[in-house]
């Protein structure tokens, strides 16, 4: 049989259920502590903050699968199933004996994988009868995705924006307006923390760690309220499991089986959602696959950093997390891949890299862009350069199997398109474009202000 | 049977010919003229200018069908074939009987149907043995897709960009760049063209019929090189045919058939491309539909401008052609749908109407971004503004549909995504759009510049 392209699943084949990958882990991951009590999180006190049902979610590490609400599978409708390519071209264009397959998840308005777990979360805050929901964005993506999925169910959208990028990247911010959400500028003067932050530091661009400080004060202060996270969340890789579960329908169909699958990995929600249901088969013992984490050099949590208790947000409202971590007082050096500049890991992708079931590598921003721009060339769609993350990865192990005479089959996960990363694009095409790695001092001083916790 | 969100042709029922929709034209749009001698262009002249197939597509009024070659299939099978899709979401929104669906072409880099003509172009052009081609572009799109389509076949690609636009759309720009392409401010110092309109108007922004003639004068000065067009002529309507052939497989797949048929209108490729089939069975008297051809009010050639032999180009170094046309000076008020800002349309789609086979209607910019904005929210996608064109008048249709109680079928052609369009789309959140119509005695003044032929 020869293999399309393109292979989409047709509706029916579309999964119905997301799996947990934590229910078949021996070894589950730490969990989440009360940073005043350093006792594990209840969901009392979690559904101050969060949906109650996505507090049940992220504190199940039992239960293997969660059927998709049918509102939630009807909207999935509007852009998945997401195809299977099979890159062809890349692959005479690499004159590679390799087979190499993406899932490409940025056929979507908001240009990325984030619409996955966004609409999900949005309906379980419109079943719980919410006004509406609260959030950060730094790049945009996620606030594009949960910007469209409120708009769907009517539910109120309240986003902070790190300053500096509603200033710089307005057509983000456009996108939420035209979706109806509410877009501000973070630090603010709508909550104490933004007066706080603004009253010291006058005329501060912010920071995602203060935007986030800002959503949950807005959510906690105001009645009908909750905050939402596009990231790191368990629940969050719940979500996106959808990615992986197509990915493997389709590849079962097709008789292929990935020997290796990559994906970049900022938060991780993207990277858990990919291999959910292969690291199932190698939690259960009944396949064995590869798995790498492509993080950039400039913030290299796994490859560099600590596993240890740590803070999922810089202004440290959020619960205490074990994670591989650079310290959530930790500034990546600037880095055109947003949504790869988060210090820590996902607590369930971090468990698995300590138990050595999955690799990690790192890699420079510059080799990103270069694999961005042969891709683009050889593949037709412009990728995001988080995305571009994996085709890195993905292309040196493709040249590997040129070197070797492999044949091996790699797949790795195409999050989204780099249509708002032109100002990123133009740097590289400029050749204007730095590496930033941080000094093993640099990283020192701040594991040095990790808590002291376990 | 329950029809899908979604329904994709399998890569084997995707169309291996266009469809010349001429060859079933009992009377056929008038021939192109040499405005030198005012008697129909020859091959020969015509091949100085444009590549020697796409002037044997352009010339043949006569053979029905054009094998598509291989390697344009190929290239074909990274963005087709195109999902169509039944709007559910917006059909709910607006309560009404009527069946909506879109056949959406706007998920790919280029971010609109031009590249199923870019490819074709550059395919002829590396066949022919070719170095390169040269265009023009405004907006981006058609220079975007042609960028790729070079890349993809290792060609030279220059492209003469509208100085405005160069300068207010880096991001488009930059796309271009990044597959390679070269692109040149326009006017330019590069040809004499550009060096007399720099020296004549010191400081100028350029103009898309200035950025056509120094496109057309580079590739006329350069052995090796050719000068393509990305709407407009026959060729272009040929290739975009692949539009309406798909649809119409995917509609009798579902067993469904269109009472109206929907696009938006500027030069005529989408639109021509996307009624070709059916037309072709109202030509033939084998079944009857309703066209709707839309146009900005802002520059409405069917529907207020004349039938007359006008040039294709303001620089009027191109061939005359009998169309509606407002005339070559006519300057559209500032609109934010690019695409539609021409002052003529396809001599075929031109003679269609005239014989009464095709309605026009011309519509206000800012009832399209409502209608833009009201599709955004329900159906997920972010369109673009020449896009949204066809879904005012679909959404018009069908609320006609909710008054009259009639369940028609509705289809019409989503060309594009508006993810370059947000500087439009903020004046409209902003509530500080504008509508322009331009006035009779404004419209009358042009016509009287007409050249005087036929």
């Known amino acids: 049989m020869e293999i399309p392209y ?86 005479r264009a690499l004159g590679t004996p390799a087979k190499i397959y993406y899932k490409f998840e940025g056929n979507n308005t908001s240009g990325s994988h984030k619409l996955n777990s966004a609409i999900a979360q949005a309906y379980y805050a419109k079943q719980q009868g919410l006004k509406g929901v ?19 169910f009517g539910l109120d959208c309240r986003v902070y924006m790190v300053k500096c990028s509603y200033e710089q990247k307005p057509f983000r911010r456009e996108v939420m307006r035209t979706y109806g959400a509410q877009v501000t500028p973070s ?53 996106q499991s959808i990615i992986g579960l197509e990915a493997k329908a389709a590849m079962d169909k097709l008789g292929v089986k990935p020997d290796v699958i990559i994906g970049c990995a900022g938060g991780g929600s993207n990277l858990g959602g990919l291999i959910s249901p292969f690291m199932g088969e190698k939690l259960r013992g ?3 696959y590869r798995f790498i984490a492509v993080e950039p050099a400039s913030c290299p949590s796994l490859t560099r950093g600590r596993y240890a208790y740590d803070f999922c947000d810089t202004g440290k409202v959020c619960p205490l997390q074990k994670m591989y971590t650079l310290g959530c007082d930790f500034i990546p050096s600037a880095n055109h891949a947003g949504g790869l500049r988060y ?11 300590a138990q050595g079931l999955m690799e990690a590598k790192s890699v420079k921003q510059t080799d990103v862009f270069e694999a961005a721009t042969l891709f683009a060339r050889t593949e037709g ?3 995001a350069p988080e995305s571009s993350h994996a085709i890195r990865a993905a292309i040196d192990e493709a040249l590997e199997c040129k070197r070797t005479g492999e044949a091996k089959t790699i797949l790795f996960g195409l999050t989204g398109t780099g249509y708002f990363d032109l100002v990123a694009y133009q740097k590289f095409n400029d050749g204007v474009m730095g590496d930033y790695i941080p000094t093993d001092e640099e990283l020192e001083a701040s594991f040095a202000k990790l808590p002291p916790v376990g």
Chains 1, 2 share one sequence.
């Open 6 to 91: 393109k292979t989409y699943l047709t509706e029916n084949e579309v999964p119905d259920a997301w799996y947990n990958m934590r229910a078949d882990m021996k070894v589950k991951p730490s969990p989440l502590l009360n940073p005043a009590t350093l006792k594990p999180v209840t969901a009392e006190e979690a559904e101050h903050i969060f949906c109650k049902e996505l507090v049940r979610q992220e504190l199940d590490a039992e239960t293997p699968w969660f059927p998709i609400p049918k509102e939630i599978r009807d909207f999935y409708r509007m852009f998945r199933p997401s195809p299977l390519i099979r890159a062809y071209f890349l692959e």
């Open 134 to 152: 609260t959030t950060e964005t730094g790049a945009g993506q996620w606030g594009t995705a949960l910007s469209m999925a409120c708009a769907f």
């Open 187 to 239: 630090p603010s003067m709508l909550t104490e923390v933004g007066k706080r932050i603004n009253a010291e530091h006058p005329g501060t661009t912010g920071s995602l760690g203060c935007a986030i400080s800002e959503a949950v004060e807005d959510a906690v202060t105001h009645e009908g309220y909750r905050y939402v996270l596009g990231s790191v969340l368990a629940q969050v890789l719940l979500h």
């Open 286 to 288: 009944e396949n064995d």
């Open 343 to 353: 210090h820590g890991m996902s607590a369930t992708l971090s468990e698995l890299y």
């Open 381 to 383: 769609t412009l990728p």
